[in-house]
């Protein structure tokens, strides 16, 4: 499937806690945009496979995706830490909006529960966490399909959030 055909299936998410869990499933694919839809930036958050609480964010560019930074989401019931930063392998200078603007992002979505009006933040239609193609129109609704619910990495934290 091309991006051109993911683009037209995009889907406004409008409360944090959805926005967090769909993030958070692994292999998610997010475009946000704030204020200006023309700068409109799309990211995707891989969780590691050796840390699964380290998910690694990467941008899309004119040539590809680029690494930009580490995002660290560790969940001690009912506390949780989360940090955002680059790494000496970052493709992305600190400078750079594509880096900044998730850095805003990812701080401004917590402590609130309802995502600002001037904030955009857009899902697809594929399963956050295996990344494939959702068809079912319950699925679609949630982001995820049901086998994928069950191995969600944070199903133990939502559960009964949906
Ligand atoms: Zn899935």
Same mark, same amino acid.
């Given at each position: 499937?091309?991006?051109?055909?993911?683009?037209?299936?995009?889907?406004?998410?409008?409360?944090?806690?959805?926005? #967090?869990?769909?993030?958070?499933?692994?292999?998610?694919?997010?475009?946000?945009?704030?204020?200006?839809?023309?700068?409109?930036?799309?990211?995707? #958050? #891989?969780?590691?496979?050796?840390?699964?609480?380290?998910?690694?964010?990467?941008?899309?560019?004119?040539?590809?995706?680029?690494?930009?930074? #580490?995002?660290?989401?560790?969940?001690?019931?009912?506390?949780?830490?989360?940090?955002?930063?680059?790494?000496?392998?970052?493709?992305?200078?600190?400078?750079?909006?594509?880096?900044?603007?998730?850095?805003?992002?990812?701080?401004?979505?917590?402590?609130?529960?309802?995502?600002?009006?001037?904030?955009?933040?857009?899902?697809?239609?594929?399963?956050?966490?295996?990344?494939?193609?959702?068809?079912?129109?319950?699925?679609?609704?949630?982001?995820?399909?049901?086998?994928?619910?069950?191995?969600?990495?944070?199903?133990?934290?939502?559960?009964?959030?949906?």
């Amino acid at each position: 499937m091309t991006e051109n055909m993911l683009e037209s299936m995009l889907i406004k998410l409008s409360d944090v806690t959805t926005a #967090v869990y769909y993030m958070l499933g692994g292999k998610a694919l997010i475009t946000i945009n704030h204020h200006n839809p023309e700068k409109h930036l799309t990211y995707r #958050v #891989v969780q590691s496979k050796k840390d699964l609480s380290t998910y690694f964010i990467r941008v899309k560019t004119k040539s590809g995706y680029k690494y930009v930074g #580490v995002l660290e989401h560790a969940v001690y019931k009912p506390f949780y830490t989360s940090l955002f930063y680059r790494t000496p392998k970052s493709e992305i200078p600190e400078t750079d909006l594509r880096y900044k603007a998730f850095r805003w992002f990812w701080a401004n979505l917590f402590g609130k529960s309802i995502i600002p009006d001037s904030l955009d933040v857009l899902r697809y239609r594929i399963c956050c966490v295996c990344g494939s193609l959702l068809t079912h129109p319950k699925s679609i609704k949630k982001g995820i399909g049901p086998v994928c619910a069950k191995r969600h990495p944070l199903a133990d934290v939502f559960k009964g959030a949906f």
